[in-house]
């Protein structure tokens, strides 16, 4: 088990393009989050999923952004019409169990740079 | 509202020299605290939590439920405690972990 994979690593895109990001967590957990990251910040929830229900969604996220983890394994994150605003790390963690833990384990991060 | 403050962005000591990183929460009924860490070119990862009540690397933290912090202790740093340090609040009925903005820790020769 090589931990929690998320693919690509990198993404520069142009202004308006749309981007997906791929995260697989570790097997046999059920519990799935995004956060994003900017410069000098702490990660900032975005949402998460029991299996393939997505749980809870940050107000804080836009219409562009939306996420899915249709059998409850892999999971994407997708930004339509992207804008500058959206240059940042986002990273993906994963949770064996239920709810009653903090103890994520997070992959290495997909960082989008939007020109 | 939800609310972790790690109000120190850089604390920067010599090696050996005893280290206190502040986390002050503010948070709807009894939440799980956690330490992360994050070292340089590494993925974040758990440092410790406060129900286990263990020391990970020299650090403990003790929650103060009174003063509402959680902060991060170790006697002697070393050098490679350098790194990004973040608070995070977990609350079993949202399922949310919430990060503090991150303090870093640059231990010095």
């Known amino acids: 088990d090589t931990g929690v994979s998320q693919n690509p690593r990198h993404k520069i895109t142009k202004r308006g393009q749309n981007v997906t990001f791929r995260c697989d967590p570790i097997s046999e957990h059920n519990r799935l989050y995004w956060y994003r990251q900017t410069l000098g910040q702490g990660p900032e929830f975005l949402t998460y999923?029991?299996?393939?229900?997505?749980?809870?969604k940050s107000r804080l996220l836009s219409d562009r952004f939306s996420a899915e983890r249709p059998k409850g394994s892999f999971s994407t994150l997708e930004i339509q019409r992207t804008e500058q605003g959206d240059s940042a790390m986002y990273l993906c963690?994963?949770?064996?169990?239920?709810?009653?833990?903090?103890?994520?384990?997070f992959g290495e991060g997909s960082r989008l740079t939007v020109l | 509202a939800q609310r972790v403050t790690q109000p120190e962005k850089l604390l920067s000591v010599f090696k050996g020299a005893p280290v206190e990183l502040k986390c002050n929460y503010s948070y709807s009924g009894s939440p799980e605290l956690f330490w992360y860490v994050q070292y340089s070119r590494q993925r974040l990862q758990l440092l410790l939590r406060?129900?286990s009540r263990e020391s990970i690397k020299g650090f403990t933290a003790d929650l103060n439920k009174g003063e509402t912090s959680f902060h991060l202790k170790k006697p002697f740093a070393q050098e490679e405690d350098s790194a990004m340090y973040y608070c995070?609040?977990?609350?079993?009925?949202?399922?949310?972990?919430?990060f503090g903005q991150g303090t870093t820790l640059q231990v010095k020769p």
């Open positions: 963690a994963s949770v064996r169990g239920g709810l009653d833990t903090g103890e994520l384990f």
């Open positions: 995070a609040p977990f609350s079993s009925n949202t399922g949310k972990l919430i």
């Open positions: 406060h129900i």
């Open positions: 999923f029991q299996n393939e229900a997505q749980l809870e």
